[in-house]
């Protein structure tokens, strides 16, 4: 038993350290991959083309190459080794999130009718109110079951930091194998679940409130 | 000098000339019917006059004040278009309600915004500011009993049928006052038993202050409805005059032809 709450209690440190990561992410790609949408969406060609590309690269390599990019790339190369390891895993998941959020994004500004942005502006109201007064409501109405889906998949993404030896559930799990104790690695498994759980919960009851127009 | 001017109109998408030399002119308080088979470029006047399209070329008058003149290459800042826009005002065929609001603050939205930014330039008192957005809701209470939506002021528009939204999208596009009112096909979108209703609103709206553009299929109603009917085909106006004269005694083959397959 004394085992057990060792183990409990190691596990939910690096929890903590998981629930960070992910918290950290969420804060930070959330608006960046709306800033990045714009981008994609730029009637400039120029701009279009820098942005379509920069998420084309992220979302075309696995989030562990870029894990090890932003943590030895800035040491090795320009002689300016990275703060923390895990300052490097914030920034590669912002980044990678951000990216993948744009395109959620996108498809849901896309998808309201160029009607609602005509009605604005013949009722004089400039871009900036158009959208967020207007679109940006029905764009989260939209893309919350994608959002959802995406968030999800982040909660257990965290689990690559552990490739740069950031201490989170996954990496703590781990030192039990050198005591022979396999089990704590499979233990992990109710805190994700947990955790899952009770976001699959609340992207439900945002959904059922969102419920009251239709778009 | 009329109260509108519309001098030779341009309009071409790519390689298709839409609209080719549109010249009318209206006098305070007229209403106008445009009246004409799909792709005669009605819609596409329509949306030049509120700048949702900027024409290519022509030149647009409103109570002596020139508030467009083409020139080519000419782009706008969204500052110069909301100026332009401000004299007209614009039904939808498709309503275009905004769905997350309720009917009432449909028609109180924009009005409100353009107050936060008045009050913000004038630097206006919290209890000035209160006493404006209290004559907005006012003005929508208003506009909601002239349209007979007095009781649905809090329903959202998923919660109204086709009618009742565009009955909405009437009292909103009447918030800001403008000077031009303009309807496109404000009907086309409605079960032919919701139609009525819209058509008996818009008619209800006629007095000698509001000038009305109204591209409509609805011939029975432009004939009862109109001081002056416009028939265009093919990007320009075909033939134009009184009620009478275009439907009565049309001289245009093309309106004979128009208006024996409407029957």
Redo the contacts between chains.
């Keep these: 038993m004394a085992l057990f709450w060792e183990v409990t209690v190691s596990l939910l440190k690096g929890f903590g350290t998981t629930c960070s990561i992910f918290g950290l992410t969420l804060v930070l790609a959330l608006p960046l991959g709306l800033l990045i949408s714009f981008g994609t969406m730029s009637k400039f060609r120029p701009i279009k083309a820098v942005f379509k590309t920069f998420v084309w690269i992220i979302r075309g390599v696995p989030l562990m190459l870029q894990l090890f990019v932003v943590f030895y790339v800035p040491g090795f190369v320009f002689g300016m080794p990275i703060a923390s390891r895990f300052v490097a895993t914030i920034i590669a998941f912002v980044i990678n999130y951000a990216c993948y959020f744009s395109e959620i994004y996108r498809a849901g500004i896309e998808a309201i009718?160029v009607?609602?942005t005509?009605?604005?502006?013949?009722?004089?109201?400039?871009?900036w109110?158009i959208f967020r007064?207007?679109i940006f409501?029905?764009v989260v109405?939209r893309i919350i079951p994608p959002m959802g889906n995406e968030i999800i998949t982040l909660v257990k993404d965290t689990a690559l930091a552990r490739v740069i030896a950031v201490t989170e559930i996954i990496w703590r799990a781990e030192q039990f194998t050198s005591r022979a104790l396999i089990w704590p690695l499979f233990y992990t498994a109710v805190f994700y679940l947990a955790f899952v759980g009770a976001l699959t919960l609340l992207f439900g009851r945002a959904e059922k409130k969102l419920g009251?127009?239709?778009? | 000098m009329s109260f509108l001017t519309v001098k030779n109109i341009n309009k071409s998408f790519g390689n298709t000339e839409v609209l080719r030399g549109i010249d009318f002119s209206l006098e305070k308080g007229e209403v106008v019917s445009i009246i004409g088979s799909s792709g005669s470029g009605k819609t596409t006047l329509l949306r030049c006059l509120?700048?949702?399209e900027i024409a290519d070329v022509g030149e647009i008058t409103v109570d002596g004040e020139t508030v467009f003149k083409a020139e080519r290459g000419q782009v706008f800042s969204?500052?110069e278009?909301?100026d332009k826009?401000?004299r007209?005002?614009?039904v939808?065929q498709?309503f275009?309600?905004?769905?997350?609001y309720t009917a009432l603050d449909n028609l109180t939205?924009?009005p409100r915004?353009?107050l936060d930014e008045r009050a913000k330039r004038e630097k206006m008192s919290a209890a000035q500011k209160r006493e404006e957005t209290a004559k907005i809701r006012a003005r929508a209470d208003e506009l909601l009993e002239q349209v007979g939506l007095t009781e649905k002021a809090g329903f959202?528009?998923?919660q109204l049928s086709g009618g009742q939204q565009q009955r909405v999208a009437i009292a909103?596009?009447l918030?800001?006052s403008p000077d031009i009112l303009c309807f496109d096909e404000p009907t086309s979108a409605l079960d032919p038993e919701l139609t009525g209703e819209v058509l008996r609103v818009i008619r209800s709206l006629k007095d000698s202050e509001r000038t009305m553009i109204i591209v409509t299929h609805e011939m029975e109603f432009a004939r009862h409805v109109s001081d002056k009917v416009i028939f265009m085909a093919d990007g320009v106006i075909e033939e134009a005059g009184t009620p009478e004269e275009v439907f009565g005694n049309p001289q245009s083959e093309k309106t004979k032809a128009f208006l024996a397959h409407d029957k």
Excluded: H, I
Excluded at chain 2, 96 to 100: I, R, V, W
């Design positions: 009718p009607g609602q005509e009605a604005g502006e013949v009722l004089g109201m400039t871009k109110q007064k207007v409501m029905q109405k009251y127009y239709k778009v | 509120n700048f949702l969204d500052k278009l909301r826009r401000s007209f005002g614009l939808f498709s275009n309600l905004f769905p997350q939205l924009a915004l353009r959202y528009p998923c909103r596009a918030m800001l």
